[in-house]
């Protein structure tokens, strides 16, 4: 409680959409640096206001490591553009370096964000593409989620007081039925209250946060975790 | 259709040879600082203009993280250095740290370029050595390709519109004839009208697009899948 | 002797609180680059000031690639927040960025940091979690610990003056109970004063060094050779 | 022949004491970000002058990742200190950051860079720790050397023409004997006439150049093929 208080201190708080425009630039780059959104892939979003809700997500296909505020769209519920608040400075989504007028648009997986964002009362949710969150996504299929637990790394995640937890990461199958996908993340996250993230079937990882903060934290925490379950499984099958 | 209309404004689209020859720099650092392009290894391409043709196309045996503008050589379809249109400020192809002049030179596998960009219509072409794509070049190389399917990023390929996608990589013999060998790519790429990109055994990667930023997006989206599969592979024998 | 005398030139010298700070920063970045912090994880602290102790230690829960000066406390032996002797420019512990007032908190485990400052007169104290380390303390925690020997980078230990030596890194159990771990760590350092550092089970790796340039030094140093025993690990099976 | 003449400009020239001192700092910077020289490890070396020969060596225990000028010496060929052609600026070795005068002191395998100098003709000598290099020079230890050969890589080494060639890459015990050591290396450079490089086991990789743009060169190059054959024999166990 004190801990979470200090928690969402930890990174730049940002109410102005400028503030949140230049947070998600910074993680976006962070991230694809690290090649957990390589090729374009992944989305990351951060809620504007509540009532409505204004939400500000990167646009499709657009570089992650080349990131600039014209690319992050301010859409409402109903993944439409709210243009008259386009981030950046007008006259709406032309990019500065373009020769002609570009116009951007939301992600398809902008619903499975809006999912989140009302059934958890997230303020950010981020997606990203690593090596490990697809290769366990796969290895793991079968028991459709994966156990993590005895690591001190799991501390990080809002309300976890101890090592001794025991994280469940749901395993979903991956669809393009974007609307189908959207209501089985909504059973998934009803199922399992606690969770912090979910994978997508040899797709990525979804995580989410009360802030920017706390959405990159535990991002950063599960990627980790996931990694070391691989790493581990390959070294420990070594020694016996 | 739309979305190809979205992808190629997701990079610094350049139409002068300024700004190609700035977005080859960018993308040459990056592609070095992950490993892909050490030890001068690699060439990066792009078309300046097709009738006739003049391609922009970094010289041989350059450091790729320290690409100066010079270093980027501007030929015809025969491979000669036009130096009328040489990068960078005049004069010619003086490197301003030098103090003596030096004559860089096109790479011999210019013509491996110039083929890719008549046959498959490409706007640019690059070129990468990565610890993944020369082991999986080895690897599969019994099979003449790799086969990937199932993985949500293969949507970043262009006119691929589901993880469904079964994308075959095709595996070339490599040899030093080079004029034998861009015959062999052309065979290649006529046999396999949908490849987004083929491998030289215990060499490399090539992968091209409408745009650099389309080749981008390609390249990346090509070494992460490899990277997953090889990784899997290792994986999953733990398990069984 | 001359050895040591030219080690504690290796790294900017700090004296000040300013410069201790911006040392404590510019290891933290470099760190989290590595992926040795992420997630808000880890602990890095510095001596002050030796009598009464005051620590220089970065706060609880705060982005290691983020670092700011405000987000490093000074406390006293008691693990106590000395405010006046708060780092950066006043006021207090207000970030620079907040719209609102931030109190950053001591971490738990800055008992273990004064521990270990008390118990080797250590300067500095850096705490990192990183996937081999984590790995390895689960791998070898059988053993109760992992002998490392026979390679040229030992000799950057403090006090080693071949590649023959044989380095102890002992494991201990992983804990929430601090004071009870304070005391563990204790005696473990009783019982191995030779030791450069220790692993706590699944949690990470603790090193210290008489100033932050002999700190970072050991933390690299056996971060890299516990990497090397695992891949090392994993390849001979390979070929037996 | 026209080729190597193309290498030699593939890197900033350098000719004044500067212009090296500054090379080398950028090669140390980026060799550490790899993981190439951790821990203080590693030694970097330009020749400033032929006859009377001077080199310029980093000094014994600095940081690769924040070297300065003033850590790099001036030697001659009996490795004494040549203190009035001390790098960067007046007065002498005294580090601008420091409260104190600082004595650098050159590496005691000073000895092997003058050695490979004399033997080879080289114009600059790089020494690094990899993971990969480290893990290798065991694992093959028992061959004393490592056969390279079909790679596309090769053909970055100075004077080879094709994929083709056959790189063996000797593998000597370590000491800390280092005129033992330097006497070692002399007949391995003797009975291996055409090695771009070796190992010292458990210990690290030497290789050269005729400057630092074609060492680096070197270096990168070996570095991925070590790389190359150690991921490749783990993963070719797999599919067996």
Redesign the interface.
């Known amino acids: 409680m004190?801990?979470e208080w200090?928690?969402e201190?930890?990174?730049?708080?940002t109410?102005s959409v400028e503030e949140i425009v230049t947070d998600l630039a910074v993680i976006a780059r962070?991230f694809y640096a690290?090649?957990w959104l390589?090729?374009?892939?992944g989305n990351l979003s951060a809620v504007v206001r509540r009532d409505p809700l204004e939400l500000a997500i990167t646009?499709?296909?657009?570089?992650k490591?080349?990131l600039i505020p014209k690319?992050i769209l301010m859409i409402d519920e109903n993944t439409r553009v709210l243009s008259e608040h386009a981030a950046g400075d007008s006259p709406g989504f032309i990019?500065s370096?373009?020769?002609?007028h570009?116009v951007?648009?939301p992600s398809d997986e902008t619903l499975l964000h809006i999912r989140i964002v009302k059934e958890r009362g997230a303020g950010a949710v981020l997606h990203t593409?690593s090596?490990?969150n697809?290769?366990l996504s796969?290895?793991h299929a079968g028991e459709r989620g994966i156990q993590i637990e005895?690591?001190?790394?799991l501390k990080?995640l809002e309300g976890v007081?101890?090592?001794q937890h025991s994280e469940w990461v749901p395993i979903i199958e991956?669809s393009?039925d974007m609307p189908a996908l959207a209501d089985t993340v909504s059973s998934v996250l009803e199922r399992h209250p606690q969770a912090h993230g979910f994978l997508?079937k040899?797709?990525?990882l979804y995580s989410w946060g009360k802030d920017l903060?706390q959405a990159?934290?535990?991002i950063?925490?599960i990627?980790?975790l996931l990694?070391?379950l691989?790493?581990?499984?390959?070294?420990?099958?070594?020694?016996s």
């Open positions: 004190h801990k200090v928690w201190q930890s990174f730049a708080m109410e962070g690290r090649g390589l090729g374009t892939s646009a499709s296909g657009v570089d490591g080349q690319q990019r370096s373009d020769k002609n570009t951007y648009k593409h090596l490990w697809t290769i796969e290895v005895g690591y001190e790394m990080g007081r101890t090592h991956n393009q997508i040899r797709h990525g903060a990159k934290r535990h950063e925490i990627e980790f990694e070391t691989g790493q581990t499984a390959t070294l420990k099958s070594r020694r």
